[in-house]
């Protein structure tokens, strides 16, 4: 590691701190050269996939993308933005786990979706109709009667 002020790589770290809410450790380093003191982070580099959209484009896959479309689907619903931030980390899990370089955007809308169904129906019906693209109401109503039955199946139970 090299000084910010000298550029020297000649330091040792005085204090060592993890930071369990974003997984990285903070160094406090000081410069021999210098004398000055300076902070670095370290994070495991994670090696996300390219997400292939549904025109062929591709682009980095985004947590905060997933986590921006549950919000909006989760809108004025009883879920905890814990509880939306949990379902993101394990899709990004399931993502990196499935070891894939190149991942379709549908895959993950149904790994989404999947989520949202276990925790709130409404949620789910939300990111579904924008989802799926639904071109008229049966469509919708299709869904929504699949999710009524499978609700009266679980209480049946």
């Known amino acids: 590691m090299r000084c910010p002020f000298c550029n020297s790589s000649d330091n040792k770290v005085v204090d060592t701190r993890v930071l369990k809410e974003k997984n990285e450790i903070r160094r406090r380093r000081k410069c021999y ?4 003191r300076f902070t670095t982070y370290e994070r495991v580099e994670e090696h996300l996939p390219m997400v292939i ?15 921006n479309g549950i919000k909006k689907a989760c809108e004025k619903r009883p879920i905890s933005i814990p509880l939306m931030e949990e379902i993101c980390e394990k899709i990004k899990k399931e993502v990196m786990e499935s070891g894939e370089k190149e991942i379709p955007a549908t895959i993950i809308g149904e790994k989404v979706m999947s989520h949202l169904h276990e925790i709130d129906g409404v949620a789910y019906v939300r990111f579904a109709s924008v989802y799926r693209e639904f071109k008229d109401i049966n469509e919708f109503m299709e869904q929504i009667k699949g999710l009524l039955e499978h609700s009266n199946e679980n209480e049946d139970a």
């Open 53 to 67: 959209k549904k025109d062929g484009r591709r682009e980095p896959f985004s947590p905060e993308k997933i986590l």
């Open 33 to 36: 050269n210098c004398g000055e």
